[in-house]
């Protein structure tokens, strides 16, 4: 099966909103091994949406939406869906009463607005929004709908998912109803084919991503160290590199042709070329890699922040379960509070300033005494734009990790034209790779 | 002038990389005037990029691309681009010299890969990346290529930009080379046609957007509020509402036909309605709104938090000029750091637990005293998904505000549903806007 999705509202067209549905979806697709070939951002147009679902129909089985499905008056989805599919709005008494339980304590919400919710489109099967007032809408081309029968062409695989463009929403509906009644129509699909047709085998075959994570090392370095191998692998591979915050993704791909043990033959003859830059060979956040040395571990870790104000502290905790190993943090923008809280040297601040191997080296020390953990890091930079100085330029970070082995520290330049948030990610990005990287070490 | 954008790249499609390349770039489209009508993303699929080319040109003057534009061989836009615009790859000098500059420390990165990065094509107009090597490559239909001339339909004014996907290089090249130029394009081609045709009308008319952000109340009651004023509202002026995280942000807008004093004289009628909901009279994060109050009050802030594990740390420090009136944080996650850093007592973690209304106050009137600030807030909650009890269920989040006025606390129940990281979120919003609100009310 191949989906397309489309995402619908001017927020994203005016760009005041980021579309993370897209990616989130289509990470859930792939798991299923459905693939997804377009994602289409549009506005809340009655013709644009017409034309998108033309297009998108004509090159897929499925296509998914989101947005446009709220009560007020510049949503329109679901009007636009009732003019494609041939259908009229109806009444849908478990819609309401599902409304009327969301909002049991909240009598105000329930209002004349809120009841056009429960309004269907009459050929739609429904599925329930466990966590909002929009329904989840199913069109199929075996309804009424002249419109995706043409494009269907005779195939009674297509249909469309409206859903609402609240990502949480979203989520919840595409977990709990979505991906269930999509991999039941793959597997169903797939035994009515009986394998019989190209169509059902590209239905079946596993779509397998392999992702392998370095660091350190620039992209076409990589490139042609591991050409040799690049080259040689089959036909049915792909390989991709993607580069971002200084960490190189690269990714094997095979989209139903190779078996996994072929793809584990090709990263085991990747791997030794890859060693010195390798931190990982799956594609998992930094955080979650160093949690899960540390919990294997049973150590602990803390942080002290300066330039990185807070980040490298939401990073580490962005887990449930994080609070086995990660103490806390000590957010010290102020030098008043590096001494009072942390114990940095008075004479050191005056002596080096805040930005200095020094007074990053006592940061870490002085917070993992005060947290009484196994690690400890510490960050003070210049983030920028502004508070450089020619000694030391804006992206000047200082990092140091205090170890029960003792501690080191490292000065990183990332500020050629980079900004603020860059320069902070970056900084977050050493700041756990060199101490994964050390873990690895030691494993 | 009507643009579209494309982003290319397989790890869009399979949910590996979240494109928050668009949204800047509709951002900066809106900014001078430019309407973005759709966003498409594709794969690294010759087809795939030449069919969406021609559908983007079928529909819009100029189309913008990213991504696809590396050293490695998973990176084919510029071929495809040659293909499309029948042009060929030939050295270009000044872009040699300008790798060789920005590689000039790291002589590995100057290898046989790189040096395909100077190869452009010919009928391109090539503006430099100052800080990357792929070259920008501005397309005209003036130029040879055929099939773009075809589709131009004799108009002069259609091009494609192809611009690297790695956002820092993308969001420079935007802003000092593409931006620029589509500007003086845009000038020009008005000045040539004179404002006699609709077209030349419509790219001088100015885009508006005008965004109120609400707090505490549902879209559905929100919208029955305001009923009668959007109804009254002109046909050239189009409200939309956009939900998130608790925030509403209600957008105005009007596409080149009504003048800035209308849409203030609009405003200004909408305002008593909302006035009980409104933090802000313009989109910004609600960070900045906070910073600019306490900037404008010389006044200083500082926070300890528990489950909202450093994210409102990184929020209040996320604008460069933070470090004026945020002081710093403790993130304490382990009750040990609670008591002895903050300073709450044994006797009340032992009675009340760690999320409890005097917990709360006590972390926040310990950082308060710890970090002399005029502010304090402090956070503790259970944020999941596991760790919930029956009396304190996961999303229970209880949240304290020292002021020089005394301390407030309040407990807020965010778990409906709700995830980890949206539980936070919801977290750090009420955070904000409950001390937002109060020192509104003090102006």
């Known amino acids: 099966m191949r989906a397309e999705i489309i995402t619908i509202g001017d927020e994203l067209l005016i760009g005041q909103v980021v579309d993370t549905n897209s990616a989130w979806m289509a990470e859930r697709l792939n798991e299923a091994g459905i693939e997804l070939y377009q994602i289409t951002s549009v506005h809340d147009d009655r013709e644009h949406i017409l034309k998108a679902l033309d297009e998108a129909f004509s090159r897929a089985d499925i296509v998914l939406t989101t947005g446009g499905l709220g009560p007020t008056k510049d949503d329109i989805t679901k009007h636009v869906m009732c003019e494609y599919f041939c259908t009229t709005l109806v009444e849908d008494s478990r819609v309401r009463e599902h409304i009327h339980e969301l909002y049991k304590e909240r009598p105000d919400v329930l209002n004349r607005l809120t009841a056009t919710q429960w309004l269907v489109p009459e050929s739609a099967k429904i599925l329930t929004n466990r966590v909002g007032s929009a329904p989840i809408m199913v069109f199929e081309n075996e309804v ?53 047709s190209a169509y059902s085998l590209e239905a079946r075959g596993e779509i397998i991503h392999r992702t392998m994570m370095l660091y350190g090392i620039a992209e076409s370095t990589l490139a042609l160290k591991i050409e040799e191998w690049e080259n040689a692998l089959p036909q049915s591979m792909h390989l991709a590199y993607l580069p971002k915050d200084g960490i190189i993704r690269l990714r094997l791909s095979s989209y139903g042709e190779a078996t996994k043990e072929e793809i584990e033959q090709q990263l085991a003859n990747l791997k030794p070329l890859i060693a010195g830059n390798l931190i990982a060979t799956e594609d998992l956040p930094l955080e979650t890699i160093l949690g899960n040395q540390l919990k294997a571990r049973h150590q602990t870790i803390a942080t002290a922040e300066s330039c990185t104000g807070g980040r490298l502290a939401a990073a580490l905790n962005a887990q449930s379960g994080s609070s086995a190993y990660y103490m806390g943090s000590v957010v010290a923008y102020d030098n008043r509070i590096k001494e009072q809280v942390l114990g940095v040297k008075h004479s050191t601040l005056e002596k080096y300033g805040a930005v200095s191997e020094q007074t990053v080296r006592e940061m870490a020390e002085g917070v993992r005494a005060l947290m009484n953990t196994d690690y400890a890091i510490a960050t003070s930079g210049i983030a ?11 992206g000047t970070v200082w990092i140091a990790w205090a170890t029960p082995d003792g501690t080191v520290a490292e000065c990183y330049h990332f500020g050629v034209a980079r900004e603020r948030e860059q320069i902070t990610q970056r900084a977050v990005t050493a700041a756990l790779v060199e101490l994964i990287k050390s873990l690895n070490t030691k494993q």
């Open 384 to 394: 920028g734009p502004t508070g450089g100085t020619p000694d030391k330029p804006v």
């Open 144 to 196: 009424k709908g002249e419109r995706l029968k043409v494009r269907g062409e005779g195939q009674n695989s297509k249909f469309l998912i409206a859903m609402p463009g609240v990502p949480h929403e979203m989520k919840i509906a595409m977990r709990e109803q979505v991906m269930p009644f999509l991999e039941f129509r793959e597997r169903s699909q797939s035994e009515l084919q009986n394998g019989a």
